[in-house]
């Protein structure tokens, strides 16, 4: 069966300090794999969103980036937090192109920048 | 940037009472869908209509769009208490799909 991982669930972080946030899909091959954004009680913003193995598009320029080393493998990082980055991240999935069968979501990590 | 716009932000009905909200989008679109947001949680997927569809069901819900008015509404009949969440829509957008700001659904048990 299809799955997706994403941890941690919650993670509190002092302003300045390194970010790495894992997500890992199980059960499929060659998927879109995109990282979400979601501010408290706000809808979705995409960050970044990947076809392929090292290929990787940003929606937003920030302080935050994000890599795809294997298949079903997807990071977000920051060498720098910032306290703006606080919020709820989500990691995403879907069979290309586009997500038209639909996204299937990890269940999120919530960061909070202190 | 954002795409689909969901109406009400808010909404707040008995358990048993019909749940109706709506979204509105700006550009042509292949498929649409709504997505349920659990507090804390992540998205879980509901339904998807395609763009040469008018009207879906899957269960208690129901999903219509108008490709000329650029909108769709998401029905949910008999709602209970534990319907209770935010919901989102979303239309494609390239390469990937693009998020409304979700109405928040409270049911009164």
């Known amino acids: 069966s299809q799955t997706i991982h994403q941890w941690p669930a919650t993670l509190v972080q002092p302003v300045g300090s390194p970010l790495s946030l894992e997500c890992t899909v199980e059960?499929?091959?060659?998927?879109?794999l995109y990282w979400y954004r979601q501010a408290a009680g706000r809808g979705l913003q995409l960050l970044f969103y990947?076809?392929?193995?090292?290929?990787i598009s940003s929606e937003v320029p920030q302080n935050l980036s994000a890599s795809r080393p294997q298949d079903r493998q997807f990071i977000l990082s920051s060498k720098k937090l910032l306290l703006s980055d606080s919020g709820f991240y989500l990691c995403?999935?879907?069979?290309?192109?586009?997500?038209?069968?639909?996204?299937?979501f990890g269940s999120g990590t919530r960061l909070t920048v202190v | 940037s954002q795409q689909g716009e969901e109406d009400p932000q808010a909404l707040s009905i008995q358990e048993g009472e019909n749940a109706t909200m709506n979204c509105s989008y700006k550009?042509?679109?292949?498929?649409l869908q709504w997505y349920r947001q659990n507090s804390g949680r992540g998205l879980v997927h509901l339904i998807l209509?395609?763009?040469?569809?008018r009207e879906k069901h899957s269960g208690r819900l129901r999903v219509t769009l108008d490709t000329s008015k650029k909108s769709s509404s998401l029905l949910i009949t008999a709602s209970r208490a534990a319907d209770t969440a935010s919901y989102f829509c979303?239309?494609?957008?390239?390469?990937?799909?693009?998020f409304g700001a979700g109405t928040r659904l409270t049911v009164k048990p």
């Open positions: 209509i395609r763009s040469n569809e």
């Open positions: 059960g499929t091959s060659n998927p879109n």
């Open positions: 995403a999935w879907s069979v290309p192109p586009g997500g038209r069968g639909g996204y299937t």
């Open positions: 550009t042509s679109i292949n498929n």
């Open positions: 990947s076809v392929g193995i090292g290929q």
């Open positions: 979303a239309t494609d957008f390239g390469n990937d799909m693009r």
